[in-house]
């Protein structure tokens, strides 16, 4: 037995080192970034990228916040992915739960049908979709952008959902359904609380793929009331390119939300994901 652990001291030690490497790899370019948004302008110019400011200078971030105007953007932000993450894992579960356990003969076209849209990239119906919004009179309207948002996530959400709820015994279902609970109630009750790893994942992918989403809000929407954060990053690479403290700062901005969010979830984030990815 002590060989066997002794066997495995080298090749922890890789791993550990592996790790390692790849944790500064995405540390710094973060560290990076943050660290230069202090600097103005003529500073990071003229001295060492890699060099502290001498100065550490604040007022790029007063200006990219004004200029980006990125009070009502983090508004609008939360607001789409916060309702979009809840409707697509409520409505793709309850959907999952319909493709997985009650039997039709329309089933398997109903969810061939959503497992399509996963195949779909948004390029090739970002103009369908604006001539859908604009003729039904959501142009510019947060409605208008949360239904395609909402609808772009909800086929991974049922696949996932789907594949993860085949694997719970048709013997629960049952049982219940012969004590007279209705599929609501079964649903509410029994299969979504136990779909909390796989749930949590389909949280991470639709967070993360709503809160940076830009072309498909650049198009749905003119009013910087219904924009959202990247299109308030994204100003700062026009005739404000060239301003690169507040570029920096714009860019540190954006990304503040999200390493909140996996500092405040990194546990669940983790079990989620390992859990859902052993289940499926």
Not at 208 to 226: C, R, V
Request: charged share 10%; aromatic share 14%; proline share 5%.
């Amino acid at each position: 037995m002590a060989d066997v652990r002794g066997g495995n001291i080298p090749a922890k030690s890789i791993i550990y080192l592996v790790m390692g490497v790849f944790t500064v790899m995405a540390i710094y370019p973060i560290l990076w970034l943050f660290i230069q948004s202090f600097k103005t302008t003529q500073e990071y110019l003229t001295t060492s990228k890699l060099a502290l400011p001498t100065l550490w200078f604040s007022g790029n971030y007063p200006y990219a916040w004004k200029i980006g105007n990125f009070g009502i953007l983090l508004l609008n932000s939360i607001f789409y992915t916060v309702v979009t993450v809840i409707a697509v894992v409520i409505f793709g579960f309850m959907a999952s739960f319909a493709f997985a356990k009650i039997k039709c003969r329309a089933t398997p076209l109903l969810h061939g049908i959503f497992i399509i849209g996963i195949l779909l990239t948004l390029q090739s119906i970002m103009v369908p979709l604006f001539l859908m919004v604009n003729a039904v009179g959501l142009y510019n309207t947060r409605l208008g952008v949360l239904i395609p948002y909402i609808g772009l996530g909800l086929p991974m959400g049922v696949y996932l959902g789907t594949e993860f709820i085949k694997g719970i015994p048709e013997a629960l279902i049952e049982s219940a359904r012969i004590e007279g609970a209705k599929y609501l109630k079964i649903f509410s009750s029994i299969i979504f609380p136990m779909t909390a790893p796989v749930a949590m994942t389909v949280g991470i992918l639709t967070f993360t793929g709503t809160w940076n989403e830009f072309m498909l809000i650049n198009i749905l929407s003119s009013s910087d009331l219904i924009k959202s954060i990247p299109v308030g990053v994204n100003r700062f690479s026009g005739a404000l390119a060239s301003d690169y403290g507040k570029q920096f700062s714009a860019l540190v901005i954006g990304m503040i939300p999200m390493l909140l969010f996996y500092l405040a979830f990194r546990k669940q984030i983790t079990q989620g994901v390992a859990a859902g990815a052993v289940k499926g």
